[in-house]
């Protein structure tokens, strides 16, 4: 098992809500990956980052935000949560030999 | 697109059978990767060949690549009720900063 956590697991909320997912590693990898995951499809980049204070946006067009304040912290946030949020969200690091280690994931249902 | 396409999308076999599974990519890679997802977690790694490799093993794993083809392919041998997943590849394009993932197979393995 690596090193990553993320937290909640699940999550049910209301629209309209605010939501922070975080995601913590303890392998000090600079780079690190936020995907959106529906049940059984592929995975979409919707942020990443090559290290503290460096933040992109990925290839899916996403309403949420990340921050790189530390090494080991990478939580994504959305602003103001709709139904189309509803999905799996996904943090992963990477090593220096491009191999990425996942957390458990965050389900979010948004009703 | 440069994304990794799958083949089979699905796969149904029965215990201590091999089974195969497919990736093919449009542009050249550094290396290809291999994971593992089971319902409802994040991704494993599995295994990543590079572009100068035709074969790596690791244990019941056995993965090709053919970068003339453009293409690998993934081999578990003697298969186990346990590998029931699905398998994603994913490709580290040239002058790419991330990963790219296929949509991945899903495998059943029937006792």
């Known amino acids: 098992e690596a090193d990553i956590y993320q937290t909640p697991r699940y999550l049910v909320i209301g629209t309209g809500k605010k939501i922070t997912l975080e995601c913590s590693q303890t392998m000090g990898h600079d780079k690190m990956y936020w995907y959106q995951q529906d049940p059984g499809m592929e995975l979409h980049l919707i942020h990443y980052?090559?290290?503290?204070?460096?933040?992109e946006k990925g290839d899916l067009s996403s309403e949420s935000t990340v921050s790189r304040i530390r090494t080991e912290h990478f939580p994504l946030t959305l602003e103001s949560a709709r139904p189309s949020h509803t999905s799996q969200y996904l943090c992963a690091s990477q090593t220096g030999g491009r191999e990425q280690y996942f957390g458990p994931g965050t389900r979010l249902t948004v009703t | 697109s440069q994304q990794g396409e799958e083949d089979p999308q699905a796969l149904s076999i029965q215990e201590g059978e091999n089974a195969t599974m497919n990736c093919s990519y449009k542009t050249s890679i550094n290396n290809l990767q291999w994971y593992r997802q089971n319902s409802g977690r994040g991704l494993v790694h599995l295994i990543l060949i590079r572009s100068n490799e035709r074969e790596k093993h690791s244990g019941r794993l056995r993965v090709t690549l053919d970068t003339s083809k453009k293409s690998s392919s993934l081999l578990i041998t003697a298969s186990r009720a346990a590998d029931t997943a699905s398998y994603f590849c994913?490709?580290?394009?040239?002058?790419?900063?991330?990963?790219?993932f296929g949509q991945g197979t899903r495998l059943t393995i029937n006792p």
């Open positions: 980052s090559y290290g503290v204070n460096s933040t």
């Open positions: 994913a490709t580290d394009f040239q002058g790419a900063q991330k990963l790219v």
